[in-house]
């Protein structure tokens, strides 16, 4: 028993250790979930599922494996004199390893921000890279509220859909569902039902920040939306908001002393006019 409870404890955290990294990098649900990532084959629910089930394994083993051991983990809190003391030198050590690392976490300081910051710039480029759906857990709308919520006629959709060789059966199944079947994800869907952006103008400008748009290069932003660069650039002039091409929204904000939003609202007033 002792070395199936050791081996256990090993697998089990060499598997957790796998789906750690698997949910460190994974873009942010809404993200996973409309362009359906996957990582090792599993979709991030799945990872996630299974790194809940897999850490209770490892508790339990590991609780197991303190039952086994006991006596030489009192012996590490005994001193010279073979007295158990709580606080030797190694437990002191380790619990202020775990206060630091907690409080650090708690706080965000360095180095503990870095590894939260690092993660988080995973994120956000995997949604810049798959795109983010048109809000909040889109895939599990029916096709009806779906189409009714981003403006989308629902027969000229269906009939998109079944152009495309995607039959619908009922107006009420889910984008998810109706993706599944047909072996797509629900971004694919979507993009089959929306009409072609014009090439000439790009994307509508959004009326809100979008999630990461802090991140961005005003270059890519430009690109995206159809946008004249130079007439952004005249834009932001008049508002007296200096800025070079290269640079994310931020650092224009940082160096000009204003928030984000601000910058957001001069690149808007552009596209506004080019619209």
Known sequence: ???????????????????SVALYIAPQGRVAN???WRFWGLTKTEGANQHIIIGILFLLAIF?????????LVAYLKNKLKQVTIFTRAFSISLILVIICTVGAYMEIQPFSWVLLFS???????????????????EHSSLEDFTERVGLDLQESRNRLQNAGILVQDDQQSLLEIATQHNITPQQLYLLMKPEDNPETGKIFPDEPEKGFGN?????ICS?????????????????IIAVPDQTIRQIAEQNQINTHEVFLSIRKAAVGDE
């Open 34 to 36: 409309w362009t359906d």
């Open 120 to 138: 988080e710039s995973i994120k956000e480029s995997a949604a810049r890279n798959y795109g983010d759906p048109p809000y909040g857990h889109a």
């Open 224 to 240: 995206e939306y159809g946008l004249s660069l130079p007439h952004v650039l005249e834009q932001m002039a008049g508002s007296s």
């Open 216 to 220: 961005r290069r005003l270059t890519e």
């Open 1 to 19: 028993m002792r070395k199936i409870t050791s081996l256990a404890a090993l697998i089990s955290f060499l598997v957790l250790v796998l789906n």
């Open 64 to 72: 197991l494996h303190i039952y086994y051991n006991w006596k030489p």
